[in-house]
Nanobody
Framework: QVQLVESGGGLVQPGGSLRLSCAVSGSAFRLLTMGWYRQAPGSARELVATISIRGSTNYADSVKGRFTISRDNAKNGVYLQMNSLKPEDTAVYYC????????WGQGTQVTVSS
């Protein structure tokens, strides 16, 4: 059973930065496109960034130019560097494959507020 463990969230002021990490158990990780998702209160979960096994990336328009997704296949890790954070980025952030194949982890809370 694959386990997803997200970390790195916190409280940050508008304009600040955070780097999220996701540890993925199991070897299937290396064969799949991975994504970062987020869910704000009262909203559906949305996909914000993906990275293919070869490193090709895609971003939601709302985060393009501010967020950078990366992966380390040797460490089974996926990362999300978030810069120029805005209050509307406040959400619980999750990682999973794209399309979603595994049960969700606990996520990591990101709060952008002054």
């Amino acid at each position: 059973q694959v386990q997803l463990v997200e970390s790195g969230g916190g409280l940050v002021q508008p304009g600040g930065s955070l780097r999220l990490s996701c540890a993925v158990s199991g070897s299937a990780f290396r064969l799949l496109t991975m994504g970062w998702y987020r869910q704000a209160p009262g909203s559906a979960r949305e996909l914000v960034a993906t990275i293919s096994i070869r490193g090709s990336t895609n971003y939601a328009d709302s985060v393009k130019g501010r967020f950078t997704i990366s992966r380390d296949n040797a460490k089974n890790g996926v990362y999300l560097q978030m810069n120029s954070l805005k209050p509307e980025d406040t959400a619980v952030y999750y990682c999973n494959s794209d399309p979603v194949l595994w049960s969700w982890g606990q996520g990591t809370q990101v709060t952008v507020s002054s």
